[in-house]
Nanobody, 115 residues
C-alpha cells in the first residue's frame, strides 16, 4: 500500500526559509512524478512544483526563483526548499506521488508566513 507523508512545515517570518520533506513508501519502484501542491485559506489547491523521476522540474510562476524542488529516486523522497517566503505562501502544503496510474496524497503540512 502506497503511503505519502510530509514533514517540515511551521511558522516563519516573511523573508525566511523552510524545507519540506516528503517520503513515499509502499513500492520499490520510483514514482513517475512527484509534486508539491498547496491550498491557501479559502482557496483551491494549486500546483507549486513537480518533478519527474528523470527530467527537469517545473514550477508555478509565483514561486520561480524562490523555491527549489528535488528528489531522491532511490529513497522515493522529495524536498521543497522555500526561500524568501511571503505571507501569500501561507497554505497547507501537500505532497503527491504518481504511481501505476494513481495519485497518492499526503495529509498535508501547514506553512504559515507572518508579515
Amino acid at each position: 500500500q502506497v503511503q505519502v507523508v510530509e514533514s517540515g512545515g511551521g511558522l516563519v517570518q516573511a523573508g525566511g526559509s523552510l524545507r519540506l520533506s516528503c517520503a513515499a513508501s509502499g513500492t520499490t519502484f520510483s514514482f513517475r512524478f512527484m509534486g508539491w501542491y498547496r491550498q491557501p485559506p479559502g482557496k483551491q489547491r494549486e500546483l507549486v512544483a513537480r518533478i519527474p523521476s528523470g527530467g527537469n522540474p517545473n514550477y508555478a510562476d509565483s514561486v520561480k526563483g524562490r523555491f527549489t524542488v528535488s528528489r531522491d529516486n532511490a529513497k522515493n523522497t522529495m524536498f521543497l526548499q522555500m526561500n524568501s517566503l511571503k505571507p501569500e505562501d501561507t497554505a497547507v502544503y501537500y505532497c503527491a506521488a504518481l504511481f501505476s496510474g494513481s495519485v497518492y496524497w499526503g495529509q498535508g503540512t501547514q506553512v504559515t508566513v507572518s508579515s
